[in-house]
């Protein structure tokens, strides 16, 4: 395998992370705490979704940790409120506080023009066939993560 093109995958990946999304200038936010704004708000492509926080985990694909850290978060800006939810008593619900729905309105207002514009400058179809590609890369990414751990301790990483 060439060394120089993993280095240019792993640079690119790096790259687009950096890239990020940006918000206006005194928006106090970023594109995780955005996204559990939408999730909490019912706003998500989440196919099962309800308030609880402990479901917010898989649906983002991130740790328990870093949910608690945006929650946090937003909670100290005044955007959620978190409850135990009165039905279950081991579930914790958030909701949007007023402040929270409006900046959500924002935020998503302001993502959604920047994302047009580049969906706009990078072609509908290209961004189809990257999607695509992002898709079966991250599958590959995935298999290859899961036979390296069940290989894991056996010495062998032939993984062809």
């Known amino acids: 395998m060439d060394n120089e093109l993993r280095d ?5 990946m790096f790259r687009f992370k950096k890239v990020g999304m ?4 005194g928006l106090e936010l970023h594109m995780g705490e955005l996204y559990v704004m939408r999730s909490i708000n019912g706003k998500c492509p989440c196919p099962e979704h309800n308030n609880a926080v402990s479901d917010l985990p898989k649906h983002m694909m991130i740790s328990k940790p ?6 946090n978060g937003l909670e100290k800006k005044g955007y959620i409120n978190r409850e135990i939810n009165k039905s279950d008593r081991r579930k914790i619900s958030a909701t ?6 409006e900046i959500l309105g924002v935020a998503k207002d302001y993502a959604d023009k920047m994302l047009d514009t580049v969906i706009a400058r990078f072609g509908e179809e290209n961004i189809l066939q990257l999607l695509a590609l992002f898709n079966r890369l991250t599958d590959i990414s ?5 036979e390296m751990l069940n290989n894991d301790g056996k010495g062998d990483y032939t993984l062809d």
């Open 66 to 71: 870093a949910i608690s850290q945006l929650l």
């Open 8 to 12: 240019r995958l792993i640079h690119a």
């Open 96 to 101: 949007l506080t007023p402040k929270g729905e």
């Open 22 to 25: 940006i918000f206006p200038p």
């Open 142 to 146: 995935e298999e290859v993560r899961q």
